[in-house]
């Protein structure tokens, strides 16, 4: 008798077998799991902890794996930062949708980006790269290019979500100080024994920027695509 399984549905009759990946679909596979695993080191081991080995580990695939999709550990790490800006910018929009009308939609914005955004692994991944970057000046150089393509992203979808309320406010440039304020914010969490404390600055950060920006009603639809969505920021060949 034969030891051949099938797949049988409901009704009785072999169900179809899955179609098979391409070579092409098995590649980017890989690539992606390299890639959540470098992410996933970088939150939980640190940049210097980081190593391939560790990545290797992380992601269980053999050791040749890396070598197939990233000619170094830094173009491995530049394209796991690059995916991380794109994962934040999924996350922020996603965060909004779910937001509902309400008298405090601009603290209630800030709150989402909060948590959804700087409480969440991928921020730990890359004030990781942050930090790293201030002795090491090729990481520097790729996270510079990053936050280039990231603040005119940013600064599109905090116009499409919010407004001036005067001629000299510009949104662009109070979303980026808030984003500066609450990655401090981030920082500071481990020695922050009350969280109210933190609620309590958020809402006194809101009622400063309310003076100067209003969001702008009925805007739930997600962000604008950022023009760099289709291409890569860094070639991912590294050194």
Same mark, same amino acid.
């Given at each position: 008798?034969?030891?051949?399984?099938?797949? $049988?549905?409901?009704?009785?009759?072999?169900? =179809?077998?899955?179609?098979?990946? /391409?070579?092409?679909?098995?590649? @980017?596979?890989?690539?992606?799991?390299?890639?959540?695993?470098?992410?996933?080191?970088?939150?939980? !081991?640190?940049?210097?902890?980081?190593? $391939?080995?560790?990545? %290797?580990?992380?992601?269980? $695939?053999?050791?040749?794996?890396?070598? *197939?999709?990233?000619?170094?550990?830094?173009?491995?790490?530049?394209?796991?930062?690059?995916?991380?800006? #794109?994962?934040?910018?999924? +996350?922020?929009?996603?965060?909004?949708? #779910?937001?509902?009308?309400?008298?405090?939609?601009?603290? !209630?914005? %800030?709150? =989402?980006?909060?948590?959804?955004?700087?409480?969440?692994?991928?921020?730990?991944?890359?004030? +990781?790269?942050?930090? =790293?970057?201030?002795?090491?000046?090729?990481?520097?150089?790729?996270?510079?290019?990053?936050? /280039?393509?990231?603040?005119?992203?940013?600064?599109?979808?905090?116009?499409?979500?919010?407004?001036?309320?005067?001629?000299? !406010?510009?949104?662009?440039?109070?979303?980026?100080? /808030? +984003?500066? &304020? &609450?990655?401090?914010?981030?920082?500071?969490?481990?020695?922050?024994?009350?969280?109210?404390?933190? !609620?309590?600055? &958020?809402?006194?950060?809101?009622?400063?920027?309310?003076? *100067?920006?209003?969001?702008?009603?009925? $805007? /739930?639809?997600?962000?604008?695509?950022?023009?760099?969505?289709?291409?890569?920021?860094?070639?991912?060949?590294? @050194?």
């Amino acid at each position: 008798m034969s030891s051949r399984r099938e797949n $049988v549905a409901p009704d009785g009759k072999a169900a =179809a077998s899955p179609p098979r990946r /391409t070579q092409a679909e098995r590649s @980017e596979a890989m690539r992606q799991r390299l890639l959540d695993a470098t992410l996933q080191c970088l939150a939980e !081991d640190g940049y210097a902890g980081t190593t $391939v080995s560790r990545v %290797i580990e992380t992601a269980r $695939v053999s050791r040749g794996a890396p070598v *197939h999709h990233f000619p170094s550990k830094n173009a491995m790490i530049a394209a796991a930062a690059e995916q991380l800006i #794109r994962k934040v910018y999924i +996350q922020l929009g996603q965060a909004i949708a #779910r937001l509902e009308a309400s008298d405090e939609r601009l603290h !209630d914005l %800030i709150y =989402a980006c909060w948590k959804e955004l700087f409480l969440r692994s991928e921020h730990k991944a890359l004030n +990781q790269l942050l930090l =790293a970057s201030q002795r090491d000046p090729e990481l520097a150089s790729i996270l510079r290019r990053l936050w /280039t393509a990231c603040y005119h992203s940013l600064g599109d979808g905090a116009n499409h979500y919010l407004q001036a309320r005067g001629p000299e !406010d510009d949104v662009r440039q109070l979303m980026v100080l /808030t +984003q500066w &304020l &609450l990655r401090g914010m981030a920082l500071d969490l481990p020695l922050v024994e009350d969280e109210g404390l933190l !609620d309590h600055y &958020l809402r006194l950060w809101s009622r400063l920027l309310a003076m *100067h920006l209003q969001a702008r009603p009925g $805007v /739930t639809s997600p962000p604008p695509r950022p023009a760099f969505w289709d291409s890569q920021i860094i070639d991912g060949q590294g @050194e």
